[in-house]
Structure formats: C-alpha cells, structure tokens
C-alpha cells in the first residue's frame, strides 16, 4: 500500500485528468483551508502525502517493491473503476503513475449499477471511485468513510483503536481537542492507507444576470444539491 502510495503524483494526476481543476489532499481526509486541516509538517511524514518530490516518491514506491522481490512488471494490480468520465479519466492516469514504478495494471470498468454493486459487496482489490461526501466536520467524513460497519466504508477498513477515537473526538466540546483528536485519526488512516486520496475537486457557479440574491454555501454535501441555495433568489427584471 505504500508503494501504490509513493507511486502517484496527486498534482499530475489533477492536472491531466481534471484539467487542473482537481488539487491534491492537502487537508488528509478534510477540507483544505477548513478547522480541521491536517497541517503540512503531519501530512509530509505520511507516505505518499509530501507532495513536493513526486520523483523521490516513484523511487521510494521502486524501492519497496524491489524490497518485497517484485522485478518491475512482476506484480499485478486488478484496478475496479466506476466507468463514468470524469472517474475514468483519473483511473487512466493512475494507472500510468503505477505502471511507472512497475506495477502492471488491469483496469476492469463497471458502469454505474454494477460499480456500486461491487463496492457495496466489497467485491474489488483495488478501486477507484467518486462517491467521497466530504464535510466542514470530521463526523461526516469518518463515520462515513471509516468507521467499522458503516455502508460507504467499502473497502471494509475496520481498527478498534481508530472507532474509538473518532467516538471520542465525536463527543468533545473542547474545539482544540476535537482538532487534535480529528488529526489523530486522520494520520491513522492514511498512514494505514484506509483510503489513497488523490484530491480535492473544485467547482464554479455560473448564474444568470437577470438572477439576483443566490447564496452558495459550503457544506458536507456539495454536488449533492444542499450547495445550491434558493430561498432567497429573485429574478431582476
């Protein structure tokens, strides 16, 4: 996991596959520049998450493999992709940035019903998919995506210790202990590669002159309609 890890240069994989409209998970499992921003110095020692040397991380993702008797093109990696474009595209990518360090890749592209069948079965090595709901808060995020049992937790990642800290940072008031205890775990998991974060997409809302008062709003279901806010749109003319 930790050579997948080294291998991909989230920044490239942005640019290519996203037009640059994608950077790379500064914040771990948060939103950048959000309360709960893992900061850099953390995120540098994780594997894969020091974003500065892409090269030094293909050497270092070389180097395990040679370390664990893999010749290049020895180990091969069944990749699961969601076959829509927008996860299709970066899936390309990935799998030039693996291949790069000597994995050899087999994607296996599901269209929409089937790629949700096979997460919600677990029925994947390894996959690429879209379906992250991300939040201001750490609940939203952990509980969803980590925590034993939960139905987005498709990849059935499942440590006591890491269930038990996001229950305790769940249920503290103190806002500089819940950070903390959010880093915590957001070190935890990435270090145990519970998910590989390749970034965070960004968007732009087009509105109509004539269209007065919208109010967009950042919130745990971006993309999902929540974003988009009506109550107080009027039109001008």
Do not use: C
């Not at 948060?30 to 953390?42: K, L, S, T």
């Not at 090269?55 to 829509?84: F, S």
């Not at 968007?203 to 988009?228: C, D, H, K, W």
């Amino acid at each position: 996991k930790d050579a997948i890890s080294y291998a991909m240069d989230r920044a490239l994989i942005g640019q290519v596959a996203a037009d640059g409209w994608m950077e790379p998970p500064t914040a771990g499992p948060f939103y950048p520049g959000g309360a709960f921003d893992i900061p850099d110095d953390i995120m540098a020692s994780i594997p894969g998450y020091d974003f500065s040397d892409p090269e030094g991380n293909k050497d270092k993702a070389r180097a395990l493999l040679a370390g664990a008797g893999y010749e290049p093109g020895e180990l091969t990696l069944p990749l699961t992709v969601w076959n829509v474009s927008s996860i299709a595209a970066n899936a390309v990518v990935v799998q030039e940035e693996l291949e790069s360090v000597g994995f050899v890749v087999e994607q296996d592209l599901l269209e929409t019903a089937r790629a949700y069948q096979a997460w919600s079965d677990g029925d994947f090595d390894v996959g690429i998919h879209g379906f992250w709901v991300a939040g201001l808060d750490p609940d939203i995020v952990l509980y969803e995506h980590f925590y034993t049992g939960s139905d987005r937790n498709y990849n059935r990642y499942s440590i006591a210790e890491t269930d038990r800290l996001i229950d305790e940072m769940s249920g503290t008031v103190d806002p500089e202990l819940r950070k903390q205890r959010a880093w915590d775990v957001g070190e935890i998991i990435l270090r145990d590669h519970g998910k590989h974060l390749l970034g965070n997409s960004s968007r732009i809302t087009g509105i109509q002159p004539e269209v007065g008062g919208y109010m967009s709003a950042l919130n745990y279901l971006v993309g999902y309609g929540p974003f988009f806010r009506y109550q107080h749109v009027y039109k001008t003319d």
